[in-house]
C-alpha cells in the first residue's frame, strides 16, 4: 500500500509544470548611466596617471623658475672668456722635487696641472712672502689631492731672486718671463708710464690656471686666517669636478717637462745671495 502512494506522488511531481525564475532587463537609461560611471571613472584614473608621471617635472620647473635653490657663490672671480696659457721661452730657476739648475723652457710645458700662481717682482716684500706662505699653506691643506696642483711663483723684472726666498718656497715652479708677456696673457694693456701701476694690479691676485692650460680665476692675494679656507673650498670644488678626466701628474708632456727641478744650482745672474 505504502509503495504504491510512493507511486503515485512520483508521478505527480514530475507532472508539476517546472518553476523559472525571470530576471528583467535593465532600462535603456540605467545601461546609460552605468556607462557613465564608468567612463568618468577612467578619465579620473588616467587623469591621476597623468599627475603622478608629470609631477617630478612640474615640481623641478617650479623649484627652478619660482623656488630658486641656494647657489653656493664662490670666493674666487672667474675670468670669462679664459685666456690659453702661451707658448712663451720662460727661464725655470726652481721647480718641484728637483736639484737641476736653471733652464730655458716654454711656459706651455706647464700644461697638465692645477697651478696656483702667484704673481710679483723678484724683490719680494713683506706681503709678498705672507702670499707665497699662504700659497703653501692652501697648497698642504688639499691633502692628498695636492698632487694633481702645482705651486707657481712667476717673478717679473730683472731684480734677482733671493736664494733665502727661493729655499723657503721650495717644492715649486719659480719661473720669469718678461713682462710685457705676463700683462698680456693676465688680460692687462700697459704703457711705460703705466708700467708701475700695472705691476701693483698684477700681485693683488692669486691666479688659477687648469690643467688644459686656461686661466680661469683670480682670488684677492690679501691672504689670511679667514680667506685661506674659502680659496681652498673653491679649488677643492674644481677639483671634484674634474677627477673623472685630470689625473696627478704631467704624464702626457714630453720628459723634460716633467717635474724635476731645482732651488740650490742657481745663476748668479738670477740670484743674489744675502
Request: charged share 25%; proline share 5%; glycine share 4%.
Amino acid at each position: 500500500m505504502q509503495n504504491n502512494n510512493k507511486t503515485s506522488n512520483s508521478k505527480g511531481d514530475l507532472d508539476h509544470p517546472l518553476s523559472m525564475t525571470v530576471y528583467d532587463l535593465p532600462s535603456p537609461q540605467e545601461m546609460a548611466n552605468e556607462d557613465s560611471k564608468r567612463t568618468t571613472k577612467g578619465r579620473l584614473l588616467m587623469i591621476a596617471v597623468f599627475l603622478i608621471c608629470s609631477a617630478p617635472v612640474v615640481l623641478s620647473y617650479l623649484t627652478y623658475y619660482v623656488i630658486r635653490p641656494t647657489t653656493i657663490k664662490s670666493y674666487g672671480e672667474l675670468i670669462q672668456p679664459t685666456r690659453s696659457i702661451p707658448d712663451l721661452e720662460m727661464l725655470v730657476l726652481a721647480r718641484p722635487n728637483s736639484e737641476k739648475s736653471a733652464s730655458n723652457e716654454r711656459l706651455s710645458s706647464l700644461k697638465g696641472q692645477w697651478l696656483l700662481m702667484s704673481v710679483s717682482s723678484g724683490i719680494c716684500d713683506e706681503a709678498c712672502e705672507k702670499r707665497l706662505y699662504f700659497q703653501r699653506q692652501i697648497h698642504t691643506a688639499l691633502g692628498r689631492e695636492n698632487d694633481r696642483v702645482d705651486r707657481v711663483w712667476l717673478v717679473m723684472g730683472q731684480e734677482a731672486v733671493d736664494l733665502k726666498q727661493v729655499k723657503a718656497f721650495s717644492n715649486s715652479w719659480i719661473i720669469k718671463v718678461s713682462d710685457k708677456d705676463v700683462f698680456k696673457w693676465l688680460g692687462l694693456q700697459t704703457t711705460a708710464k703705466e708700467k708701475t701701476a700695472t705691476e701693483v694690479n698684477t700681485q693683488e691676485f692669486l691666479y688659477l690656471v687648469d690643467p688644459m692650460g686656461e686661466l680661469m680665476m683670480k682670488f684677492p692675494s690679501t691672504v689670511d686666517l679667514d680667506t685661506a679656507p674659502k680659496i681652498r673650498r673653491d679649488i677643492e670644488r674644481l677639483l671634484r669636478a674634474s677627477e673623472s678626466w685630470d689625473l696627478a701628474g704631467r704624464n702626457a708632456l714630453p720628459a723634460q717637462s716633467v717635474p724635476d727641478n731645482s732651488a740650490t744650482d742657481l745663476p748668479k745672474s738670477v740670484i743674489e745671495k744675502k
